[in-house]
């Protein structure tokens, strides 16, 4: 009863703790470890939340989550781009910015819904198809999507006086989306519609059985998991003040995979770590390795995580703390085995 | 009409390099399920190591052979250490080739450089021949046609007419059984897993000599080997000479006819037959 | 419950890092490198490389009593990754100067990252996009190097008076490099009452070019090519095994020394071939001779010659350390006196004097060549023709030139 009531105590102190970390982490940290880590890893981190939904949840691994950033992206551009030759502001940047989320969630759902009938292996394949074909799309077209140049120089709105790229201002927008984002998909995988999800995921033709419209929730999870992509889309876009061909490309999309693979696909909290994990070692590996290889050490990182923990590092965090408890548990016993 | 006879030719002839290429991507995954990411880093390897041997010795012939040997080896080495451990689990197998590119492509990056290769093949093979309406055509596509033919026949007589063949036909379709009968079922993996890597190695070199070696190649082979693959039916020989050329006749003809836009028709056909019919063309349902 | 503990730990080490970068110290000067290092431009990159080395121990990586701390970053030609790597530099390393980057969408990328960075002075590498100094630039961004248009100069004269080419097809990239190339020649050749007939643009990711040849027309008098790297040995390769007898007009690429290092049966047959660039292997001046000595002796793995790109973060990195220099390494207020030194540098470069524009672009040489080969086998660039000062808007006015608008598909054209 006492050791309960501590537990408590301790858990709201381990919350309050890092709810204060993470608010004040700005405060203190230079300004490159609170945009280029900190808001890059979360933007990364949501669009990657947008694939351990699906793939936890629904048993679907898409490639495609970074087509639909893209398409969110590249709509926000079109329609607010400042940049070079692309004139001024079609439109007010809320109604832009709905229109964009607005695309990307559609556009999630077409995937869905052209993919749908797919599983395992080729529903990579599928929407690997789809990508390419997106990649291409904005390369080779100069009227909409400004070819190889892509857009530049697209700035973030500007609200009550402060721009949303603002170093701190961009931070906790990330941080807010992201847990916002992540407190929706955690709740959403505890309603019927989730659960229903869950239920397909693992017997299909039961659920079928059971009077469940197997293909409607697919791609529903597919429009679901295109918002969340989508909002990533838009964030990277501010970030990077731009989008080019290259933001979908062959290279981007898979990045999104490694980053699932490397936190754990198993369940939406390894995206972010993932994600925090590959930008470090985007950004340092080439100061802490052999400085020319560090391509090398992506690789192979990524290699040692797949082969010896399938759930990513989440998996391996989680049998370390399993093998401790039980270490302290058969401690008494003096039993090892 | 000129311009189509050639686009048509250039077609075929193309879709004979797609198709050595993606012969050995389609023998590994119809045996093994194995989606082998790293075929396009097979391929590339190949290539460079047949450039080395062949300016070495001098002789293209030697090139080809060590270029399909050697990443035969390769392939065997892959597959007894990495892939065995995880058979049966298919996303994990084409996440570590994915791994495994990355990483062959960056050490061949430091090995190479950058600079684009090219082999010296014989003269017999090498300049054009004669051909009615289109003036001239160049005899290594032509060659090219022809070893794809011949690997295909190889092939074909392998897997149809040989007791080994019979072994990986009963695997596609029976693994426990097949290694309930006695087979050492892990052992023809690995072999096929290597014959599959060879095949790839000597594509490198035949498409070193068509073309150039260069960093890069192994993403686009990757993809023509996947996208030919996948139209054609997964692990059905006559689906990859058809998806082979249909990729060929598709990619060939569209930049003849409407350039701006060429790039993307393949990845269309990939989509529209996994959409509609995702066993491929050829292939048989799950 | 153990979301928190995982990030507790997060936070604390990213913390440990984050405090770990000490403050700079005031005794140097840092300069960051951007280069392609990975992915189909790494030879660039590494030539990249071997041009900053060569500049700084030139000074023994010391200005104005200062030591120089060299700290470079890999782009894979994204314009993401580019602008990424520029963040990291400028904002972590924190270097006072950087140079690059390599390509054209990566060089507009960071022109307008340069707006968000003012106290910082950005020197462009070898990217060479038209709009990158011509439209909306920097003030913080130095272009030492000329652009993708400018290094047509002379060409199409060249073509038209000397080798007397009246028409011509164009196979080129489709992307706005190649169409930046295009407007360069077209733009004199068409003054001249050159016609080009048909314009054949090939997407990026081509990679078998055989009826992109099929559709030149036979009745013209020479072909314009422009490709880079192994797609240039590609695209060669096939046309003369398709018995292509048209003769080429290489863009910049085309007949770059990536190119004709590369060796390979294609080697045989693009001797002669009429190019433009803003260095040339031939050029017989004592200063170029002595950097291409300098060159080979120092980088005896390198290429046969030093590359475009080599001299492009040559020169900018030789700007960067005369400007230091003038203002005895001087960089506060902004940067603002070494700002200034640098937009009055009058450069003394291996291939002649560079100056810049109201725009900070360069104004500098270029080389009309031919591909000769050298007694050893080797091929290279014979200088034909030297195109001097050669400015931004090919000695058009400027309002008349920016009037035309930026070089697409379809801009120019005289059919």
């Known amino acids: 009863m006492l050791l309960q009531v501590s537990a408590g105590w301790g858990r709201i102190a381990r919350w309050t703790l890092m709810a204060a970390a993470i608010i004040s982490y700005p405060h203190f940290a230079p300004q490159f470890w609170v945009v280029n880590i900190g808001a890059y890893a979360i933007v990364l981190g949501i669009i990657t939340l947008s694939l351990t939904f699906l793939a936890a949840y629904g048993g679907m691994v898409s490639l495609a989550q970074m087509t639909v950033a893209g398409v969110a992206g590249y709509t926000l551009a079109i329609l607010s781009s400042h940049a070079a030759n692309v004139g001024s502001a079609i439109l007010p940047w809320p109604w832009a910015l709905a229109i964009a989320l607005g695309s990307g969630t559609l556009a999630g759902i077409l995937i869905g819904l052209v993919s749908v009938r797919t599983k395992g292996i080729s529903l990579l394949m599928i929407t690997l198809a789809i990508g390419m074909i997106f990649f291409y799309l904005t390369q080779q077209n100069t009227t909409l999507f400004h070819g190889f140049d892509g857009f530049r120089g697209v700035k973030a709105p500007i609200v009550f006086g402060m721009s949303l790229r603002e170093p701190i201002v961009f931070y906790y927008l990330c941080m807010g989306v992201g847990i916002a984002l992540y407190a929706a998909v955690s709740y959403m995988v505890r309603t019927p519609f989730g659960i229903a999800l869950q239920g397909i995921r693992d017997n299909p033709r039961r659920l079928a059985a059971l009077g469940y419209w197997v293909e409607l929730h697919q791609v529903a999870a597919f429009g679901v998991a295109g918002f969340v992509a989508a909002v990533g889309g838009v964030l990277s876009l501010w970030y990077h003040g731009g989008i080019s061909p290259g933001s979908v490309g062959i290279t981007a999309m898979v990045n999104i995979l490694i980053v699932a693979v490397i936190g754990g696909l198993g369940q939406p909290r390894g995206a972010l770590i993932g994600a925090l994990l590959f930008v470090l070692i985007q950004n340092f590996a080439i100061d802490l390795f052999i400085r020319e290889r560090f391509n090398t050490v992506i690789g192979l990182t990524f290699l040692v995580i797949v082969l010896f923990s399938p759930d990513g590092l989440i998996g391996i965090w989680e049998r370390l703390r399993r093998n401790r408890k039980r270490g302290l548990r058969s401690a008494p016993n003096g039993a090892t085995n | ?286 | 419950m153990d979301v928190s503990k995982i990030t507790r730990i997060l936070v604390v080490a990213l913390l440990a890092c984050g405090l770990a970068v000490s403050a700079a110290a005031q005794t140097s000067v840092r300069i960051g490198g951007v280069m392609t290092l990975e992915g189909p431009f790494t030879v660039l990159g590494q030539e990249a490389v071997r041009a900053m080395e060569m500049a700084f121990e030139e000074v023994n990586y010391s200005v104005a009593g200062k030591r120089i701390e060299w700290i470079k970053e890999s782009s894979d030609g994204r314009p993401d990754v580019a602008v990424g790597k520029a963040r990291k530099l400028i904002e972590q390393d924190k270097v006072d100067i950087l140079i690059g980057p390599m390509s054209g969408g990566e060089g507009l990328a960071i022109k307008e990252y340069a707006k968000s960075v003012p106290g910082k002075t950005i020197l462009n590498g070898f990217s060479a996009a038209q709009e990158t100094t011509l439209v909306n630039p920097a003030p913080n961004f130095f272009r030492f190097g000329t652009d993708g248009a400018q290094w047509q100069a002379g060409l199409g004269s060249y073509v038209y008076d000397v080798k007397g080419y009246r028409t011509a097809a164009v196979v080129a990239g489709d992307y706005s490099f190649g169409y930046t190339q295009v407007l360069g020649f077209m733009t004199e050749f068409c003054a001249k009452g050159g016609k080009v007939k048909e314009k054949i643009w090939v997407p990026m990711g081509t990679k078998d070019f055989s009826s992109a040849i099929a559709r030149i027309p036979d009745k013209v008098d020479a072909v314009y090519v422009m490709f880079g790297g192994a797609d240039s040995v590609n695209f060669l390769t096939q046309y003369f095994q398709a018995g292509g007898k048209i003769p080429i007009i290489g863009g910049s690429n085309v007949t770059e020394q990536t190119v004709l290092s590369t060796k390979g049966p294609f080697q045989r047959h693009i001797i002669g071939i009429p190019s433009a660039h803003m260095v040339a292997d031939g050029i017989e001046d004592p200063a170029y001779l002595e950097y291409v000595a300098k060159y080979k002796k120092r980088f005896p793995d390198g290429l046969a010659a030093p590359s475009a790109p080599f001299y492009g973060y040559y020169v900018a990195t030789k700007a960067a350390l005369t400007a230091l220099a003038q203002v005895g390494g001087d960089l506060g207020g902004n940067q603002g006196k070494f700002r200034e030194a640098l937009a009055k540098l009058k450069l003394d470069t291996p291939t002649g004097p560079v100056i810049l524009d109201e725009n900070r672009q360069a104004i500098a040489n270029i080389f009309v060549t031919e591909v000769a080969q050298r007694p050893d086998g080797t091929l290279y660039t014979k200088v034909v023709k030297v195109m001097r000062n050669v400015n931004q808007t090919l000695g058009q006015p400027r309002d008349a030139f920016v009037a035309r608008g930026v070089p697409s598909r379809d801009n120019p054209s005289c059919p």
């Open chain 2, 1 to 286: 009409m000129k311009l189509f006879l050639l686009a048509t030719l250039n077609g075929i002839t193309v879709a004979g390099l797609y198709f050595i290429v993606a012969i050995g991507f389609t023998l590994i995954f119809g045996l093994m399920r194995v989606i082998n990411l790293a075929h396009g880093s097979l391929y590339i390897l190949g290539a460079y190591i047949g450039y080395d041997v062949a300016t070495s010795t001098g002789n293209w012939y030697l090139g080809l052979a060590a270029g399909g040997v050697s990443v035969a080896l390769a392939g065997l080495l892959i597959q007894s250490t990495l892939l065995d451990r995880i058979q049966g689990q298919e996303m994990r197998q084409s996440l570590v080739a994915i791994g495994l590119s990355i990483v062959i492509a960056d050490l061949l990056l430091a090995r190479y450089g950058g600079l684009a290769y090219q082999f010296d093949p014989p003269a017999i093979l090498y300049g054009s021949v004669p051909l009615p309406i289109v003036r001239a055509y160049p005899t290594f596509r032509l060659v090219v046609v022809g070893a794809a033919v011949i690997v295909g026949l190889v092939i074909w007589l392998l897997v149809y007419r040989t007791r080994f063949g019979i072994i990986i036909r009963a695997g596609v379709d029976d693994r426990p059984m097949l290694s309930a009968l006695g087979v050492n079922v892990p052992l023809v993996s690995i072999l096929v897993f290597g014959l599959g890597a060879g095949l790839a190695g000597l594509a490198g070199v035949v498409g070193g000599s068509a073309l150039s070696i260069s960093p890069g190649e192994d993403a686009r082979y990757l993809l023509s080997s996947l996208v030919v693959v996948i139209v054609g039916g997964m692990g059905s020989l006559s689906g990859t000479a058809i998806g082979a050329l249909l990729i060929g006749l598709a990619e060939q003809i569209g930049l003849a006819y409407f350039p701006t836009y060429s790039v993307i028709v393949s990845f269309v056909i990939m989509a529209a037959v996994l959409a509609l019919r995702p066993q491929g063309l050829m292939g048989r349902p799950e």
